[in-house]
């Protein structure tokens, strides 16, 4: 499945003001430790801390297959004067219900200084841009009940399905 692969140029309004320019980029290798200070954050946020932490395997796992052309998984990030301030991941998969791959946005995360900056609005946009040059028509993404903040930004550049998530570890 092709993947777009170019920069994108996001310039968020707020007010009557325009913003400073956010930078929204495939993930590159040497982007490691910026990266892993955000999904350091991103687990946190979820529980994932300490004693809860993902394993440094699972972790190392995600981040190769960044890199592998097989997987359907992708990595992008956002940030302004080459300071990284945010991560979207997202994957490609089948549906019964429709013959073009349909993408999921797994992960989605501003570095809370620079919440509320158009952070994370722009690296949703640029999720559909990149969903739209695979062929795909649909982008969707779960978020916890608690996660008021992100959902009035959630609220406003998609909407909600009506749907309930039930999981089981088997």
């Given at each position: 499945m092709a993947f777009f692969h170019a920069t994108?140029?996001?310039?968020?309004?707020?007010?009557?003001?325009?913003?400073?320019?956010?930078?929204?980029?495939?993930?590159?290798?040497?982007?490691?430790?910026?990266?892993?200070?955000?999904?350091?954050?991103?687990?946190?946020?979820?529980?994932?801390?300490?004693?809860?932490?993902?394993?440094?395997?699972?972790t190392q796992t995600t981040w190769e297959r960044f890199f592998d052309v097989s997987e359907p998984m992708h990595a992008l990030v956002a940030g302004r004067s080459g300071a990284l301030l945010g991560l979207a991941h997202f994957l490609y998969h089948r549906s019964t219900?429709?013959?073009?791959?349909?993408?999921?946005?797994?992960?989605?995360?501003t570095a809370e200084a620079a919440r509320g900056h158009g952070i994370g609005r722009a690296l949703i946009h640029a999720v559909y841009e990149r969903a739209r040059s695979a062929g795909s028509t649909r982008v969707y993404w779960q978020t916890h009940e608690s996660n008021a903040v992100a959902m009035r930004l959630y609220d406003k550049v998609a909407e909600k399905s009506g749907f309930i998530v039930y999981r089981q570890n088997v």
């Amino acid at each position: 499945m092709a993947f777009f692969h170019a920069t994108t140029l996001w310039r968020p309004v707020q007010g009557d003001a325009v913003t400073p320019s956010i930078e929204v980029r495939t993930v590159r290798r040497d982007d490691f430790e910026a990266w892993r200070q955000l999904w350091d954050g991103y687990n946190a946020f979820y529980g994932r801390s300490g004693t809860t932490a993902l394993p440094a395997e699972v972790t190392q796992t995600t981040w190769e297959r960044f890199f592998d052309v097989s997987e359907p998984m992708h990595a992008l990030v956002a940030g302004r004067s080459g300071a990284l301030l945010g991560l979207a991941h997202f994957l490609y998969h089948r549906s019964t219900i429709q013959l073009q791959p349909t993408c999921y946005l797994q992960d989605l995360f501003t570095a809370e200084a620079a919440r509320g900056h158009g952070i994370g609005r722009a690296l949703i946009h640029a999720v559909y841009e990149r969903a739209r040059s695979a062929g795909s028509t649909r982008v969707y993404w779960q978020t916890h009940e608690s996660n008021a903040v992100a959902m009035r930004l959630y609220d406003k550049v998609a909407e909600k399905s009506g749907f309930i998530v039930y999981r089981q570890n088997v």
